[in-house]
């Protein structure tokens, strides 16, 4: 699939929507099934599949009547550590500071 940084929202949902109908299809359920399932209109689910405008809602929906609520867990994942964080992180640990010998030996 071509870079999907540079498509507009209206292609992304188009992409969504694609996938949505394709997963109904593997799951082999007509629209009116699947939209009676996740408590929706049947224009809704078109509206979804044709990449038209339709909310969150409808979509976790659909989502969770095609028994795929883990495609939610992909539309925004749990931001992770950044390795170069970390590397930014290691260069300022504190350390623990010691008394010098001489220091030690006056007390």
Do not use: C, W, Y
């Not at 009676?36 to 038209?52: D, F, H, T, V, W």
């Amino acid at each position: 699939m071509a870079d999907m940084s540079f498509m507009s929202p209206q292609e992304l949902q188009a992409v969504l929507g694609k996938q949505i109908r394709e997963l109904r299809i593997a799951r082999n359920l007509e629209q009116i099934t699947t939209a009676e399932k996740a408590g929706i209109s049947e224009k809704a689910l078109r509206n979804l599949e044709a990449g038209r405008g339709s909310s969150v809602e409808t979509l976790v929906r659909v989502l969770k009547a095609l028994d795929s609520l883990d495609g939610l867990l992909l539309l925004a994942p749990k931001p992770t550590v950044s390795p170069l964080a970390v590397l930014r992180h290691a260069g300022r640990v504190r350390r623990r500071v010691r008394r010098s010998k001489n220091e030690a030996d006056a007390q």
